[in-house]
């Protein structure tokens, strides 16, 4: 089993800055790929971004250059620095794990409860 905690989602200006962090717990096997997705209000989940074992990183093409995605593997944890935020960005973020690399299809087997982000003026 795995457990995912996200935190870090706020309420911030067009232009700003966050980092969104994904604490794991449970069976490192079961966690070959980890990723953040997110859903709008009357929109489908979306990948955002995801991380694999070897450090491999794949990107939706609306955060390309704006949004980075790390890992903390003494704290096995999981991040998602967001710069330059846009109205549009405003959604749930959710975390998501899986022994199986689905890319950005929200396919994965764990998801932790999700942290809200709002970006608004």
């Known amino acids: 089993q795995v457990t995912l905690e996200e935190s870090g989602g706020e309420s911030v200006q067009p232009g700003g800055s966050l980092r969104l962090a994904c604490e794991a717990s449970?069976?490192?096997?079961?966690?070959?790929?980890r990723g953040w997705f997110r859903q709008a209000p009357g929109k489908e989940r979306e990948g955002v971004a995801t991380?694999?074992?070897?450090?491999?990183?794949r990107y939706a093409d609306s955060v390309k250059g704006r949004f980075t995605i790390s890992k903390d593997n003494a704290k096995n944890t999981l991040y998602l620095q967001m710069n330059d935020l846009k109205p549009e960005d405003t959604a749930m973020y959710y975390c998501?794990?899986?022994?199986?690399?689905?890319?950005?299809?929200?396919?994965?087997?764990?998801w932790g409860q999700g942290t809200q982000v709002t970006v608004s003026s």
């Open positions: 991380y694999d074992e070897v450090g491999i990183t």
């Open positions: 449970g069976r490192p096997d079961q966690m070959y790929v």
């Open positions: 998501a794990a899986d022994r199986l690399d689905y890319g950005l299809k929200d396919l994965y087997k764990y």
